[in-house]
């Protein structure tokens, strides 16, 4: 009777490891830096904005794209409107790329208008082990865009916070 309670207590564990992903709890934060300029192979030199993901989970978390260079969305308030706009991998659009826990990586998200106020960055994550029904998009706090010189930098807005919308994946 022993030799039949340990698989199936194995096999309920795993299925419960399986069915039941962890909670995401990730950071989203555009780093203080200046807004750097860069080419967008289309005569343009738009701003972009450097922007640190850092998982605080205690397990892995899955982000929608390749390593380095996941999807992205950014929102940009720009003369009293929220523009929108995605920044897609070039490859398979359900690859996911897994982020350790206390694991960070670092995007340039943009291109970004030099006429937005306010600016904020969304990323699409999963902890569904096997295949993914739905996506977690985290995104970061709004910040302030404030122009120094020729220079634009993001600076904290308060009581911005990171919100959390979850979408069913087709």
């Known amino acids: 009777m022993l030799l039949l309670f340990i698989p199936l ?3 309920s564990g795993l299925a419960a490891w399986l069915l039941n992903p962890p909670p995401i709890d990730v950071s989203i934060d555009a780093e203080p830096y200046s807004f750097p300029r860069y080419d967008d192979h289309a005569g343009n030199l738009p701003l972009g904005a450097v922007v640190k993901v850092t998982n605080l989970s205690k397990s892995t978390v899955w982000v929608l794209g390749l390593p380095g260079s996941p999807t992205f ?3 940009q308030l720009v003369d ?3 523009t929108s706009s ?3 991998s070039t490859s398979d659009p359900k690859q996911w790329t897994p982020l350790r826990p206390m694991e960070s990586l670092t995007i340039l998200a943009g291109p970004i208008s030099e006429r937005a106020t306010e600016l904020r960055v969304g990323l699409s994550f999963t902890t569904e082990r096997l295949a ?4 977690h998009w985290v995104y970061s706090p709004a910040v302030k865009i404030v122009k120094r010189g020729q220079d634009y930098f993001p600076e904290p807005k308060p ?3 990171q919100e959390e919308q979850i979408l069913p994946l087709n």
Do not use: V, Y
């Open 9 to 11: 207590a194995l096999l």
């Open 73 to 75: 969305a950014d929102q």
């Open 80 to 82: 009293g409107e929220w």
């Open 86 to 88: 995605m920044s897609f």
């Open 132 to 135: 993914p029904t739905e996506a």
């Open 159 to 161: 009581g911005a916070q």
